[in-house]
Nanobody
Framework: QVQLVESGGGLVQAGGSLRLSCAASGSISSINAMGWYRQAPGKQRELVATITSGGSTNYADSVKGRFTISRNNAKNTVYLQMNSLKPEDTAVYYC???????????????WGQGTLVTVSS
């Protein structure tokens, strides 16, 4: 079994910062891309940022220059540093990873349970 566990959400004032973490655990052979998505109330889930195993990154236009995604491959962990937060960043943030598991050997798209980020004005 493979799982992702997020942490770091909370309440912050506009202009503030938060750092989200997501750790993968279980029968992991390797992890390809990892990413963060978010879903605001009444809206569809959207991509925030992704990072490949080699470190290439991709960001939504709405967060470019404010958010930074990074990962520690040795710890199977991905991070999202969020600066200059705005009320419109309020959402549940989900971690996602493309994982090759062993026992049995298979490809999995795994999602975390989500962590709430609330930005007050």
């Amino acid at each position: 079994q493979v799982q992702l566990v997020e942490s770091g959400g909370g309440l912050v004032q506009a202009g503030g910062s938060l750092r989200l973490s997501c750790a993968a655990s279980g029968s992991i052979s390797s992890i390809n891309a990892m990413g963060w998505y978010r879903q605001a109330p009444g809206k569809q889930r959207e991509l925030v940022a992704t990072i490949t195993s080699g470190g290439s990154t991709n960001y939504a236009d709405s967060v470019k220059g404010r958010f930074t995604i990074s990962r520690n491959n040795a710890k199977n962990t991905v991070y999202l540093q969020m600066n200059s937060l705005k009320p419109e960043d309020t959402a549940v943030y989900y971690c996602q990873a493309d994982i090759i598991s062993y026992n049995p050997l298979r490809y999995l798209e795994v999602w975390g349970q989500g962590t709430l980020v609330t930005v007050s004005s």
